[in-house]
Structure formats: structure tokens, C-alpha cells
């Protein structure tokens, strides 16, 4: 039984590693680039940039000609047309030679007009309307950058996240890996007199609680994989595997050394943004501004009138044709002219507080940022020679708790300061890589992983 046993452990463990085989790698760059072309932050930015292309354009063609056709019918009774052409009949009867059937009024009417309005001056308004646009689609240009470099930031966090998961989990196996083989010797040297039951007891107890982190560290794995698939705008109903890069990749990266940190907060995004937007809040000023002051727009008007009682017998009125232009001056609006001036240079007045106030507050995170990456790189060093300490010095205690040198309570916390040691290292490495990350996005260099 035994050896049926070992042969399917062996069948199965050959049929996961040709899964693995076949999984997709999926490297951090197709991940970054996934996020930002398909996520869902992705697709709904490229939307709202579209509508605000299209707002801006509107507000342009708000100061263009506008043509307009109207069609009016009227009929009539025949009272009214008796009472209303009674002036023309005399007149048609004192003077037969004039032609008054172009001037009377029929049961059936119909009036074309066709015009034409021009804004030509509004006090400014249209220029600082149109200027609001510009600045409103800067804006989002800029906004929609950083929306994008954030967009890398939050997909990468989430690969770090999962990878971070799965090494976890790989140490949360080793570790039940090797406290089942320390229970398989304990057992066979209490037979021999080695050691007492309470160590097979204690192992025996170390393995169950060995097992339900394992679960735990696999839960936690399947987890993050999903949230870092949500990332990239992957549902989760999708059955999709990826294999992440390997740690050992991230290693590489980090050996590379560490980044300059010479940058300033003048190339980032979201400061470039709320200064377009203070810039729109100046414009909003002069557009209110402008409600005093006159306003000139110009027209042209061309209408045809038909009348007739019989469709067969259609009578064409005169034409007229009028074009002019309209002066409006302001001259009291109840104080809302004034008010609304007030209102919004103190709405302008606020906007460059929250600029100053944001630029202060990159700042002052971009010094965090740099003090924590430092920090962090050298804590990595530190990490990693802590773990090798602790893998030689639980190297030694096996061997000696082999030859009954130390007992199981030393040996167990050796094992246990080993374990978090490696976590440790994990942990430390990929939040230094995060931090640099962090860094380019607060400078706007951050781009897709090369």
C-alpha cells in the first residue's frame, strides 16, 4: 500500500508540474500594460477625455452663426378675413390699377423665414468661455495622465501583493515540508528509546498547525491574484491562470541599485492639473466680469408669406428682407452684476490657496518618499543577511537536535526565526521596489515596466 501510495504522490506531482508548464507567464509589464489599455480606470478615462474633447468644441461653435428655418401655417375664419380685408377691398376699388391680392388676408396661410445670428462682442465672455474650455481639456489631459501613472502604481502594488502572496506560501509548504520529516524521524528514534512521545506528540501538533497556515497562505494567494486580475479589468469569473515572474527576478532589479532622487514635484501631473484648474477659476472671474459690460451680436432675417383659398390659386405676399445688429447696455441688474463679481474672485482667491496648499503636500510626501526609499534599500541588505544567518545557524540546530545536543523547544524557535526572516526579506524587497515606484509617480516619470 505504501508503494501505490508514493506512485500516485508521484503521478500527481508530475501532473502539476506540467500545469505549471503550460500556465502563461504573466511578467509585470504585460500586467502594467493590461491595466492602462483594457482596465476598467482605463476605458473610463478615455471616455470622460472624449466628452471633454466634445465639451470644448461646443463651447467654440456657442460663438459661431447660427441659420434657423421656421414654418408657419395659419388658417383663418371667414369673419375675420371679411373684417381684415374690408380696408383693402376700398382701397382696391379707388384705385383699380394697384394690385392689392398681395396684402389681403386669406383662410389659409403660410409663412418661410430663414435667420441669421452673429455674436460679434459679448464683453469678453466668449474669449473666456473659450479659454475655460482649453484649460478644462489641459486639465483632464493632465489629470487623465496621472490617473495613468496611478493606474501603474496601483497594478504594480497588486503584482508585488500577489508574488509576496505566493512566496509565502511556498515558505508556509517548505516549512510543513520539513516538520513532517522531523515528525518521520522523531517517530523512528522514539522507537529506539531517542526521544520521548511528548516530542512525537509535539511535532504531530506542529504539522496539523503547519498544515492550516499552508491553507491560509493559499487562500490568501488566490486572493491577491484575483485583486491584482481585477487591476487589469479581468473579471473574476474568468478562469484564467497566469504564472507571476519569479522572486528571484526581482532580485536582479534590486541589485541594479538604487534610483537618484534629485527630482522635483514640477513634472507632476496632478499639480500640473489643479493649475489649469486655477486657471479656469481666473477665467470665471472675467466672465463675470463681463456681465457689465455691453454686448453686440448682429442679425439678418428673410421671410416669404403665402396665402390662399383655393390650393390651385396660390398667392405669393410681398417678400422682406432685414438685417441689423443689437447694442445692449447694462445698466442695473439689481446688483447681481457686482455680487457675482465678488463671488467668484473669491472662489479664484481659494483655488490658489488649495494649489499652494497641494504643491506643500507633494512636497512634503515626496521627502517621505525619499527617506523611506533610502531607508528601505539599506533594510534590505539587512534582511537578506539576517536570513542567511538564520538558514546556517537552523542548519546547525537540526544537527544538533539530531544528536540530542539541544531540545525541541529551542530547535522549534530557531525554525521559527528562520521563517520570518525569509517573509521578512520578501516583504522589504518589494516594498523598496514600491517606493521607487512611488517615487517616479510623485515626479511623473513613472512608465510601464521595460
Known amino acids: ?95 383699380p390699377d394697384i394690385d392689392m ?49 496611478e493606474n501603474i502604481y496601483n497594478t504594480r502594488k497588486a503584482y508585488f501583493d500577489a508574488l509576496s502572496a505566493i512566496e509565502r506560501t511556498k515558505v508556509a509548504r517548505q516549512d510543513l515540508s520539513w516538520t513532517t520529516q522531523n515528525l518521520r524521524n522523531a517517530k523512528i528514534k522514539h522507537k529506539i528509546g531517542g526521544v520521548p512521545i511528548t516530542d512525537v506528540l509535539q511535532w504531530e501538533a506542529e504539522v496539523l498547525k503547519k498544515e492550516s497556515e499552508v491553507l491560509e497562505a493559499e487562500a490568501t494567494e488566490k486572493f491577491m491574484t484575483l485583486t491584482l486580475y481585477k487591476t487589469m479589468g479581468i473579471p473574476p469569473d474568468k478562469h484564467i491562470s497566469y504564472k507571476l515572474q519569479p522572486f528571484e527576478s526581482f532580485e536582479i532589479w534590486y541589485k541594479k541599485g538604487s534610483i537618484s532622487t534629485n527630482d522635483s514635484i514640477k513634472n507632476n501631473y496632478q499639480l500640473m492639473s489643479v493649475k489649469a484648474y486655477t486657471k479656469v477659476a481666473e477665467e ?70 488649495e494649489e499652494k496648499q497641494i504643491e506643500t503636500q507633494l512636497k512634503v510626501n515626496l521627502e517621505r518618499i525619499k527617506l523611506f526609499y533610502k531607508a528601505s534599500y539599506e533594510a534590505v541588505k539587512a534582511a537578506k543577511k539576517q536570513q542567511e544567518l538564520m538558514e546556517k545557524q537552523l542548519d546547525i540546530m537540526q544537527k544538533r537536535y539530531d544528536g540530542g545536543l539541544v531540545n525541541q523547544s529551542q530547535f522549534l524557535e530557531v525554525s521559527l526565526g528562520t521563517k520570518l526572516a525569509r517573509i521578512g526579506y520578501i516583504y522589504k524587497l518589494l516594498e523598496c521596489l514600491l517606493y521607487e515606484a512611488e517615487y517616479m509617480k510623485n515626479v511623473g516619470k513613472l512608465e510601464v515596466t521595460q
Open 1 to 95: 500500500m505504501g508503494e501505490i501510495k508514493n506512485i500516485w504522490i508521484f503521478i500527481i506531482c508530475i501532473a502539476f508540474s506540467l500545469s505549471n508548464l503550460q500556465a502563461k507567464i504573466l511578467t509585470l509589464s504585460e500586467a502594467e500594460n493590461t491595466a492602462i489599455t483594457t482596465g476598467y480606470e482605463a476605458r473610463a478615462n478615455y471616455f470622460e477625455e472624449q466628452a471633454k474633447e466634445w465639451e470644448k468644441r461646443n463651447t467654440i461653435a456657442n460663438y459661431l452663426p447660427t441659420v434657423d428655418y421656421s414654418l408657419n401655417f395659419m388658417r383663418m375664419d371667414d369673419s375675420t378675413i371679411y373684417y381684415s380685408n374690408i380696408a383693402m377691398d376700398m382701397i382696391q376699388s379707388q384705385f
Open 101 to 149: 391680392s398681395r396684402n389681403m388676408m386669406y383662410k389659409n396661410n403660410v409663412s418661410h423665414e430663414i435667420s441669421i445670428n452673429q455674436p460679434i462682442y459679448n464683453g469678453g465672455v466668449e474669449i473666456a468661455a473659450i479659454k475655460i474650455a482649453k484649460h478644462m481639456k489641459k486639465a483632464l489631459d493632465l489629470q487623465m495622465e496621472a490617473s495613468k501613472q
Open 284 to 353: 470665471n472671474k472675467r466672465i463675470a466680469l463681463s456681465s457689465a459690460l455691453p454686448k453686440l451680436n448682429a442679425y439678418c432675417k428673410y421671410s416669404k408669406d403665402q396665402g390662399w383659398i383655393d390650393v390651385n390659386d396660390i398667392i405669393d405676399k410681398p417678400r422682406t428682407l432685414t438685417a441689423g445688429a443689437i447694442l445692449t447696455v447694462p445698466l442695473f441688474s439689481g446688483l447681481k452684476s457686482p455680487t457675482s463679481y465678488q463671488k467668484s474672485k473669491y472662489e479664484y482667491m481659494k483655488t490658489v490657496i
